[in-house]
């Protein structure tokens, strides 16, 4: 009995690369990391501001996106040697897309979008919280 059974180093692992997919993968690749690298310098280097309790949350805040960057990093590293299954392809990309929502909302957080950022370089800063503007008088109920 013959055994069928083809046991070639040489063959791709899952199947052929196409060259649709390796641009697909560089190209997230690339702008995600861009958009972390912007959302580490947004937290260390923001123009006209002192250093303050915030920028050590701002700087907080990307440590934890490094570290998510990193399990990331290790998943896709399993993933070209072939010690994880197809099926983490999805995960890759839900991370993925997990990391670039966490540095928009970071960039925006550092930006201090929602807030009135009062500075005049001189290492004070006033923030307010913006209150929403009341546009139709006759639907709303106005406390005295």
């Known amino acids: ?25 560089l190209v997230v690749g690339i702008l995600t990391g861009m958009l972390v690298m912007i959302t580490l310098i947004m937290a260390f280097f923001r123009p006209c501001t002192f250093p303050s ?52 909302c970071g960039n925006l957080y550092i930006n201090g979008v929602g807030l009135e950022y009062k500075a005049n370089c001189t290492g004070t800063l006033n923030a307010t919280a913006r209150q929403p503007t009341n546009t139709s008088q006759s639907s709303m109920f106005v406390p005295p």
């Open 1 to 25: 009995m013959m055994n069928n059974y083809d046991d070639n180093p040489l063959r791709p692992l899952f199947g052929i690369p196409r060259p649709r997919d390796r641009l697909r993968n």
């Open 53 to 104: 309790l915030h920028d050590a949350v701002n700087i907080f805040f990307s440590v934890i996106i490094l570290m998510i960057c990193g399990s990331h990093i290790m998943l896709i590293i399993w993933y070209r040697e072939g010690n994880l299954e197809p099926a983490f392809r999805k995960m890759i990309y839900f991370n993925t897309f997990t990391i670039v929502m966490l540095c928009i």
